[in-house]
């Protein structure tokens, strides 16, 4: 079983920069592809961008394009959402989840919030 440990959310200005972090423990994290989701107060949870196991290929929903990058390194266990020019509509608990099947996220975090004041 994995465990996935969201970590780095916090408050900051809009424009902003936060970095958040996904230890994995309990299989190696080369096993999996990897995701961020995230969800606001009354939304459903939404995909913002996953990675596959090798990290050589990435994808991102269009509202974080050019602003997130997601990345991995598998020799430490962990992933990384690096969230730039930071705006108030991305406020949300960021989850980061993995793949052991390509596409079905079977294995979650509790969760990082992050907020970003206008």
């Known amino acids: 079983q994995v465990q996935l440990v969201e970590s780095g959310g916090g408050l900051v200005q809009a424009g902003g920069s936060l970095r958040l972090s996904c230890a994995v423990s309990?299989?190696?994290?080369?096993?999996?592809?990897m995701g961020w989701f995230r969800q606001a107060p009354g939304e459903d949870r939404e995909f913002v961008a996953d990675?596959?196991?090798?990290?050589?290929?990435?994808r991102y929903t269009n509202s974080v394009k050019g602003r997130f990058t997601i990345s991995r390194d598998n020799a430490s266990n962990t992933m990384y959402l690096q969230m730039n020019s930071l705006k108030p509509e991305d406020t949300a608990v960021y989850y980061c989840?993995?793949?052991?099947?390509?596409?079905?996220?079977?294995?979650w975090g509790q969760g990082t919030q992050v907020t970003v004041s206008s």
């Open positions: 990675i596959t196991q090798s990290g050589g290929n990435t």
């Open positions: 309990g299989r190696t994290l080369s096993s999996y592809a």
């Open positions: 989840a993995a793949a052991s099947v390509p596409n079905y996220y079977n294995s």
